[in-house]
């Protein structure tokens, strides 16, 4: 730990299960190809209390959350040119480096270029830029955004337009862009078609946006909290649907209610239960299911193959199948240009002070977004 510091207040998770801990911690300037990020706003995403339970396989402590992040560039490292200091950024859990085999393939936006690394929270050159104390403090996801100043690798920014508020298109560094992304770039719905969506939190309710952009006839929204679906039917879902209303599996009810299947359907929950649902509520002989969700260790998805033999088709999506660096800035200009909007996800505000009560009210139900503001 003999690199520069500045002081940086942060929430810490100690360790898994317990309430995270505000801290002065000292951020190391960035290294070589590196980029030092003032945080001006995160959401906090499910997958945050995912891994904060203790539920994810690569869930290393004491480590600093949040990757839903805005912020503006306050330093940069030895050669980094696509960023300066003052840009507005949005940090990328999936980066875009553009030249390893998966951004070459143009088939998929999961760049690998530094992902072991950063699976194991830390930076590619494996140190971490954090520390309480002099004891090393993990990064998260890449991103780390629950720390007013963080430290990613250049390639893990989307430069964005400065015109646009980073409290609102935050929400665009995870949640928004998964779920309109998982509709228009994963499955690729078509005007007309069908559509169902498990889970009414901030990922399905953006996966409703991304059907009504795409022209879908009919959008099943599904959720078990019946308070969700004002905002579900207010962003365009034609039916909205708890399961607890019925006695026989929801599948069935979903294939009755629509001639045989829906054309594609999305679980944004985390329950493997629910994928087999939501694959199963798919037509035969073209129905898709995208996997959105994130399950725990040790859970695995079941079903009869007869499911695909007849055929359904069961997919996934990290991050929308966006790719960062090239595509979110546009993302935001449509945004800017009133193609979507952001604030009805944001039903909370906060210091960084409170952030576990963000955890608190996703966990009541009570919340779609809560937006920490630095
Ligand atoms: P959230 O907690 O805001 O929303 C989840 C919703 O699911 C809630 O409305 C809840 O009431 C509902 N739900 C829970 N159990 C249910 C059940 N049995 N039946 C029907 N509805 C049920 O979460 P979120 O932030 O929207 O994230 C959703 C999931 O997507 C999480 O697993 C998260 O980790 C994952 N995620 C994945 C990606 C990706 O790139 N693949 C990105 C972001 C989030
Ligand atoms: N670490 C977990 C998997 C977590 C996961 O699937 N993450 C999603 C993004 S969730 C954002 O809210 C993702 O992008 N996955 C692709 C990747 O490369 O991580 C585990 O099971 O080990
Ligand atoms: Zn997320
Ligand atoms: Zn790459």
Avoid at 43 to 64: K, M, N, Y
Avoid at 161 to 178: K, Q, R
Avoid at 276 to 296: D, Q
């Amino acid at each position: 730990m003999t690199d520069k510091f500045i002081k940086s207040k942060a929430a810490v998770a100690w360790g898994a299960g317990q309430p995270l801990v505000m801290e002065e911690v000292d951020v190391m300037l960035p290294r070589k190809g590196e980029v030092l990020v003032k945080i001006i706003a995160s959401g906090v995403c499910h997958t945050d209390a995912f891994t904060l339970s203790g539920d994810d396989p690569e869930g290393v402590f004491p480590a600093i959350l949040g990757h839903e992040g805005g912020g503006i560039v306050e330093m940069v490292g030895e050669g980094v040119t696509s960023v300066a200091v003052g840009d507005h950024v949005i940090p990328l859990y999936t980066p875009e480096c553009g030249e390893c085999k998966f951004c070459l393939s143009g088939k998929t936006n999961l760049c690998q270029k530094i992902r072991e690394t950063q699976g194991q929270g830390l930076m590619p050159d494996g140190t971490t830029r954090f520390y309480k104390d002099g004891e090393p403090i993990f990064h998260y996801m890449g991103c780390s955004t629950f720390s007013e100043y963080t430290v990613l690798p250049e390639i893990s920014l989307a430069k964005v337009n400065p015109d646009a508020p980073l409290e609102e298109v935050c929400l665009l560094g995870c949640g928004v862009t998964t779920g309109m992304g998982a509709v228009m770039n994963t499955a690729k719905v078509e005007a007309g078609a069908t559509v169902a969506i498990f889970g009414m939190g901030g990922i399905g309710l953006s996966a409703v946006i991304g059907s009504v952009m795409a022209g879908a006839s009919r959008i099943i929204a599904i959720d078990i909290n019946e308070s969700k679906f004002d905002l579900a039917t207010k962003l365009g879902a034609t039916d909205c649907i708890n399961p607890k209303h019925y006695e026989r599996p929801i599948q069935e009810v979903i294939v009755e209610l629509t001639d045989g299947g829906v054309d594609y359907s999305f679980e944004c929950i985390g329950n493997v239960d629910i994928m087999r649902s939501a694959l199963e509520c798919c037509h035969k002989g073209w129905g898709e299911s995208v996997i959105i969700g994130v399950a725990g260790a040790g859970q695995e998805i079941s079903t009869r193959p007869f499911q695909l033999v007849t055929g359904r088709v069961w997919k996934g999506s990290a991050f929308g199948g966006v790719k960062g660096r090239s595509e979110l800035p546009e993302i935001v200009e449509r945004y800017l240009d009133g193609e979507f909007k952001l604030d009805d996800f944001i039903t909370h505000t906060m210091p960084l002070e409170e952030i576990n009560h963000a955890f608190a009210l996703m966990h009541e139900g009570k919340s779609i977004r809560s937006v920490i503001h630095f």
